[in-house]
């Protein structure tokens, strides 16, 4: 089922597929280990001049409603070694009923104190143009439940919200731990609507902290493992967990040599308004000093 949605979704996008696959091209390294979140942020920001490309997919079949594939484009570049900038596009497609593209994101994050702390902070400020069909659940805010699911898309791409995502991330390291603690407010910008809240946590390890001594493709430092958990905070006028869903998981990360990495999660439903299970799976693609090979490109040109 899942691989006949994917189908249908991108035929409707050939344009960014081969881009993407254009950008795929040019020479990469590997430059850091890539952690296995999907949902959680940390403080650690992309290397300045580095171009990290992502392909975020999830997949589900909630119950009471049909099964859904959606996939989001991730492009994110290190602007300088304090700020990260990051576009995104999604869409997803519904079993028995279409594909839509849901919108587009466009977030900034800022680390205000470049030397490691026990605890640091980075400040986090998205804008977002998304519809009511986006099921990419990169957060999870407000009081929401899976019944939405159950809207056909018709209905759900009428409904159009722009808004502003902000986030306070909270990262330590520690003995090769990292712990990550996100909080997250939303306010629609088109819509007399209250401020929302949510919330997520991860933590992850490498399985080995020391490179082995030979080069290989499947050594244990290649690996990460750690898990998420996520969801509502529901509103500034109705605060707290129990109407909103919510969900945990363990995640897994491998980080090849050539810069690929591959992202795996089953996150688990805690409550009756969350789907069972929502079904992760990720490709990132790290071009390193992207922007010294694009100047070289046209330089060279000239």
């Known amino acids: 089922m899942f691989a006949r949605l994917s189908g249908r979704l991108a035929r409707s996008v050939p344009g960014l597929v081969s881009a993407l696959i254009l950008l795929a091209g040019i020479r ?3 430059a850091q280990m ?11 920001l992309e290397e300045p001049g580095n171009l990290e490309i992502e392909n975020q997919n999830i997949a589900a079949g909630p119950k009471n409603a049909n099964g859904f594939f959606a996939p989001t484009i991730e492009l994110e570049y290190g602007a300088t070694a304090w700020w990260t900038t990051e576009a995104y596009i999604q869409g997803q497609a519904t079993d028995h009923d279409s594909a839509v593209l849901t919108g587009f994101r466009f977030e900034n994050r800022f680390r205000p104190i470049p030397r ?28 929401t439940t899976r019944d939405t699911l159950a809207v056909p898309n018709s209905a759900l791409r009428q409904e159009l919200e722009r808004s502003v995502e902000t986030k306070l991330i909270l990262s330590s390291n520690v003995k090769g731990w990292n ?8 306010k629609a910008v088109n819509e ?4 929302e809240f949510g919330y997520s946590v991860g933590t992850t390890r490498p399985l080995a902290l020391k490179a082995a001594a030979r080069h290989c493709l499947f050594c244990r430092q290649n690996f990460a493992a ?6 509502g905070l529901g509103t500034r006028y109705n605060f707290g967990v129990g109407q909103t869903q919510q969900y945990l998981g363990p995640t897994v990360a491998f980080n090849t040599p050539s810069g690929l990495t591959y992202k795996f999660s089953p996150e ?19 071009i390193s000093q992207f922007r010294d090979q694009v100047r070289g490109l046209f330089g060279r040109r000239q």
């Not at 890539?34 to 650690?44: G, H, I, K, L, R």
């Not at 490691?116 to 009081?143: M, Q, R």
């Not at 007399?192 to 401020?195: Q, S």
């Not at 409550?271 to 693609?285: A, E, I, K, P």
Request: charged share 20%; aromatic share 18%; net charge negative.
């Open 28 to 30: 990469s390294a590997h």
């Open 34 to 44: 890539e952690q296995p979140y999907f949902v959680t942020y940390s403080s650690t």
């Open 116 to 143: 490691e702390l026990w605890i640091n902070p980075v400040l986090y400020v998205e804008y977002e143009n998304v519809n009511s069909a986006d099921k990419s659940f990169l957060e999870i805010t407000g009081n």
């Open 179 to 186: 712990i990550s603690e996100n909080f997250i407010a939303e």
């Open 192 to 195: 007399a609507e209250a401020w």
């Open 226 to 231: 750690g898990a998420e958990l996520f969801g």
């Open 268 to 286: 688990f439903g805690l409550n009756d308004n969350s789907v069972g299970v929502l079904w992760r799976f990720g490709v990132t693609y790290e």
